[in-house]
């Protein structure tokens, strides 16, 4: 039988598959990277058991001639674990760098047997421990990618709930919508914010929209131009836009940086365009008594 | 032919319903036929419902804005109704404000705004 690359490996990873677990999970444990705070001891072993299948598996049909690509099919239960095990890691927290040391820590435990196994064949010692170091390396890249990919859909998720939250359109009255604007507005977040509010406008037939920038900090042009490109669409849906909460300070910055907002109604406090909101759908504020 | 508009005559005002498949050479040929019957008829409106437009163009942007222009010189005023939010976004985007139209939500918002008038 010819000697393939990988048979050492694999007759280490068969022989000693458990022992091999114990001293793996040790590793971490002396590397500091196990996390005994965020998973179980079961709870580590077991991922770390099928870690290790998976891992074998790949190497008996995915490495040919020492050579191996992750993308292989040959690799993808490998994949598919890991996949699971980075979610869960990067659920609890647990940092790069931890989930690196996690699985490069597996190299010491494959090392000590190759080296009790080929002591007197120094030559194909260094030849193995070159394998498994680029096998294990792969490993940890990959595992490396899969986190980060994982931390991305997290943040895009958020942003996506951030968009959603940041842009109430509010039912004031019969007619009369609002929205309060927040933070920062972006070409993102202005095209979001334009597209629910002349949805809510169709839907709700409202005839008055007030713009309120109350909680916006800063207006410069670009600011300035989605703010009167919503106002612009909202007229064209036939509806009336009014921009509230204009403070002083905007107020004398969009004068100096020479903004001209037309014909677009500008108001100090959202309670002025309020009133004159409900003037224009045909009501009037009446106080009833004295204080 | 499927999108022939037709213009209806209430209260003094012209309706015309702009079809999703009107043609580039219908809509000028609405242009012309408008144009006459604004200055025969006296009118003091002419409503344009698009509620049915999924798509605008510069050049429907542009017809509407010269509608707009021809009736204000022949002394009506231009309502543009029940533009769809996607339009809407599209002609900001293509910077045609329509300054000269007047919008309105509905058909019944444009009648109401013109009998105030």
Request: aromatic share 4%.
């Amino acid at each position: 039988m010819p000697q393939t690359a990988t048979t050492n490996i694999l007759a280490i990873l068969e022989a000693d598959f458990n022992g091999i677990i114990e001293e793996w999970l040790g590793t971490q444990v002396s590397e500091g990277v196990k996390r005994s705070d965020l998973f179980s001891d079961s709870e580590s072993r077991s991922q770390n058991a099928e870690l290790l299948k998976a891992f074998s598996k790949g190497v008996r049909a995915g490495v040919v001639d020492a050579e191996f690509d992750l993308e292989d099919t040959a690799w993808e239960d490998l994949r598919a674990v890991l996949a699971d095990v980075t979610k869960e890691r990067v659920n609890r927290g647990v940092t790069p760098t931890e989930m690196a040391t996690f699985v490069l820590a597996l190299k010491s435990p494959l090392f000590s047997r190759l080296e009790a196994m080929l002591s007197d064949d120094p030559s194909s010692l260094i030849q193995e421990v070159m394998l498994v170091t680029r096998l294990v390396d792969a490993f940890a890249i990959y595992t490396n990618e899969v986190f980060i990919e994982e931390r991305e859909l997290i943040i895009e998720r958020q942003r996506e709930e951030m968009m959603e939250l940041s842009t109430p359109v509010v039912e004031l009255w019969d007619r009369v919508l609002t929205l309060p604007l927040i933070g920062t507005l972006d070409s993102a977040r202005a095209q979001e914010v334009m597209e629910n509010l002349l949805q809510t406008i169709l839907e709700r037939q409202a005839e008055v929209v007030i713009l309120d920038i109350t909680g916006v900090g800063t207006v410069d042009t670009q600011v300035a131009q989605h703010l009167l490109r919503a106002a612009a669409a909202v007229r064209l849906m036939g509806a009336e836009c009014i921009i509230s909460g204009i403070s002083p300070m905007i107020a004398q910055t969009m004068v100096q940086l020479g903004i001209d907002v037309g014909t677009v109604s500008t108001r100090s406090s959202i309670r002025t365009a309020l009133a004159d909101a409900l003037k224009t759908v045909g009501y009037v504020i009446t106080k009833t008594r004295d204080h | 032919m499927a999108g022939v508009t037709t213009i209806h005559l209430v209260e003094r005002a012209l309706l015309v319903s702009i079809q999703d498949d009107v043609t580039d050479t219908e809509i000028i040929d609405l242009q012309d036929q408008l144009s006459h019957r604004i200055s025969e008829e006296e009118v003091r409106g002419v409503v344009l419902d698009i509620s049915a437009l999924e798509i605008v163009d510069t050049f429907v942007g542009r017809v509407i804005a010269q509608l707009a222009g021809i009736s204000r010189l022949l002394d009506a005023e231009t309502y543009v109704v029940g533009m769809r939010p996607a339009v809407a976004v599209t002609l900001v985007e293509l910077g045609m404000y329509l300054p000269e139209t007047r919008t309105a939500l509905s058909l019944t918002h444009a009648l109401t705004q013109l009998r105030r008038a």
